[in-house]
């Protein structure tokens, strides 16, 4: 094995633990979902996205999942990734109200829609994780 | 209850009538949807978008939905926002010619494929309502 | 001259009176933009979106700059198109009072950043029409 | 038939000829889709969009759909149209592996979100035509 | 004065607050650049923004402004936001590298143009803030 | 130097000479612009966006150019990037023709603001290279 692909091994091997340490089955459901069509996107996902990106110590995993949610709110067809990252926000320290404030406070630079649908997508993975409590028809109001 | 409270709850309650006037059954679909995950996002919904902006007297509820419309094309992932504007549209005196016509002119300033998923959606709209016609294959050329 | 070729020029001939039905100038400005680079979008967009779609008696102009300034709004980066498109909103018959209380509404599916930028348009096109009203600063309350 | 109908009809026919050229069905699941709620845009598709637009010499099919694949991965909400550019991309001469070089590229400027769904249509397209060969996991590091 | 308008005083005087206390001026340029033209838009952006959504207790204010930097920097064409709320950033908390870090990080999500788009604006306000420290060309490597 | 640091200059390399090869100026202009605020954007656009991906066999740069071209012109607010790429395109083979051609046909999937946006881009790219012919007004109609 040349270096080269020693260290192409290597990088996509480190990013696959940032991965992990994010959301224990990202990376199994990354290679189930691409690995088969391109084995080249798995590769950057998690050798680039992760291993070289996401690791940097400049930023902490709570705080870098605060920047996605306001990302992936404001694109707009991103319910998979959504579906991830309001989960690994959880995982790396965001309450569910912290995480639907930032949904909340979305619609004021992306609009009711953007807003809605990630809150949304919020209410599947709370819901999965046994985390919607019940609320009265009064708090509505 | 304190006057900031009950203001919270005029407002709630003006923006819910406008949101009824406007589609009967949206308020209730509302709640259902997000009265469990988010009753803040229904709040606003009901009390700032309906209340404060929409029932402003400055534009027409037919013209609203014109611009409403047009915002909800170019967005793009706003299916469900669309199936509700587009159901509004016609409640406040748009024919489903004219909400046509808006949305084949959205194909100029958006292109085709925004054009065509809105179409789709008012495909829907107008069968749920009964007021798809049948056309002949004729009339395509 | 071909048949095609007359059918052609037919074309742009009919859009460019619609076009110029909307803004006097807009047609002299289109060519002067584009008519060295690329003729063959002035072509379109006179022949096509104005003589084709625009021109279509199914709605009328007033109801065409409501939807198009929605999705000029919504698109972002289209401060000339904006420009463009809240004169003629002005010049069929929307007033500046209708137009701005559009783009405050924008405010709601869009988000406050695409509806200020618009906003910014209409001032420019206003002040340049001597449209721009002073107002005193107890209005801002 | 007026002249003018009469040419309306050849562009409609034209078009229709350069969108079964480009992919085979396309013409009748477009009318199947659209028809029967606005025949209007279908005779837009055919007869501008391929018909005028596509079927100029300047560009090849392949070179078409290499630009088509980029924007509709932009612009996101585009499943139903990737879907078919995709298919057309193969019948036009782009391999396989062409098609997700192209789509592994758009990460770079339109990020992973956009790429990995346009990446998630090719695997179906790619399934459908029998292209997706089986790979190991070990091709994934 | 009725109790509406004292209470819409009210709102729009504690929004005010909370958006002078993100940014000094803020307040004083928002009214600036709006006030003449859409004195309701000033007022939905302090009562509501600011006031009603920005102020509440559920997310900090450095919280807020990590998903805001996200939103502003995928949506594209926000200049003048990113310019704002690079600025409130700084003045809540973030330090120039976390705010660097969470622009380099949206290249992942929304694709480098975007990223860079937004790291030349905080250049921009770092310079003026006398924040941009030099470094060597070997930095680069 | 370590291993790691050794491979991180050798990956930087190679992507500053890709860079290069497609635009002999453009990696000095993009360490110019963004390498005292950012080293490491600048770091990421030549290792891993030109070194990594761009430098793959699997599609010729030329093929590249027009999946980019594509990209950017429905991104919207990527005047810099279209300016690049644009001159890209014509140093790797693509007539300006073709260029003018792809950018025809996006107003079809984006609509006519990002294809004369894009354009207008073109235009100055043209004018810089004395590559705009003069035509006549007659060319228009």
Known sequence: MS???????????????????????????????LGDISPDIVHEVA????????????????????VTLGMLTALGDTTAELRVHIGAALNVGLTPDEVLEALLQSAVYCGFPRAI?????????????????????????
């Not at 940032?18 to 459901?29: C, M």
């Not at 992760?50 to 690791?55: E, F, L, T």
């Not at 649908?117 to 109001?141: H, Q």
């Open 117 to 141: 649908n990630a809150i949304l997508v919020a209410k599947e993975v709370f819901t999965e994780r046994g985390l919607l409590l019940p609320r009265t028809a009064a708090d509505t109001g």
């Open 47 to 66: 050798a680039w996205a992760y291993g070289d990106v996401y690791a940097r110590p400049g930023l902490v995993p709570r705080d870098r999942q605060l």
């Open 3 to 33: 270096d080269t692909m020693r260290e192409r091994d290597a990088r996509f091997e480190r990013g696959m633990r940032v991965l992990e340490s994010v959301d224990g089955e990202a990376g199994d459901r990354l290679i189930a979902a």
